[in-house]
């Protein structure tokens, strides 16, 4: 299981749950109790439901972001590393070939105004994204599963021509050494 299916698993199962206490509070709410009849009852609940939400906050983000790909794949030390700038209406990459099961380290910057640099898959699916801004460089690691052809797309709007700012990056199988292609 992903560590995104994780999560929507774990909203899920949180929604239903504060669904299911309202319905419970909403059942109850007709019936009369003098207050010192409810008061100790309600703060045992409130006390539970405290510390029950005070580890979930810790607990849920501690397993589902230990595992992000980022730090990693930008420290390795078989990292392609390829430069980006964006300028309007174009991009210009130092190469324009990586391989593919290796690491490789976008640094995007731009020229003129802020971009979105966006990597879509055969299957026009955004990948990764980072923004393109004048005077910083981001970086952006991804690590490429299936050789192909992907599109970088500008995310943001960058001006009148930004439907074209259109690039490609051909991801080869990591045994074909790219110089010989």
């Known amino acids: 299981m992903t560590i995104q299916l994780t999560a929507a698993l774990i909203s899920f199962v949180g929604v239903a749950g504060l669904i299911c206490v309202f319905l419970f509070v909403l059942s109850g709410s007709g019936q009369e109790a003098p207050y010192p009849d409810v008061q100790p009852r309600a703060y045992r ?12 906050f810790f607990l849920v983000p501690a397993f589902t972001l230990r ?16 430069d980006v700038t964006a300028h309007q209406w174009y991009w210009t990459m130092s190469q324009a070939e990586v391989p593919a099961d290796r690491p490789v380290v976008f640094r995007v910057g731009s020229e003129d105004v802020n971009h979105g640099f966006g990597i879509y898959n055969e299957t026009n699916r955004l990948i990764a994204q980072v923004q393109a801004m004048p005077g910083y460089i981001n970086q952006l690691a991804v690590q490429f599963d299936t050789p192909g052809t992907y599109k970088i797309m500008c995310l943001e709007y960058c001006g009148f021509v930004h439907h074209v700012m259109v690039s490609e990056i051909r991801v080869v199988a ?5 110089e010989e292609i």
């Open 67 to 82: 595992s992000t790909p980022y730090a990693a794949s930008a420290d390795a030390p078989d990292s392609t590393i390829v």
């Open 45 to 56: 609940i409130r006390k539970r439901l405290f510390y029950v939400l005070l580890i979930g």
């Open 174 to 178: 990591a045994t074909a050494s790219l």
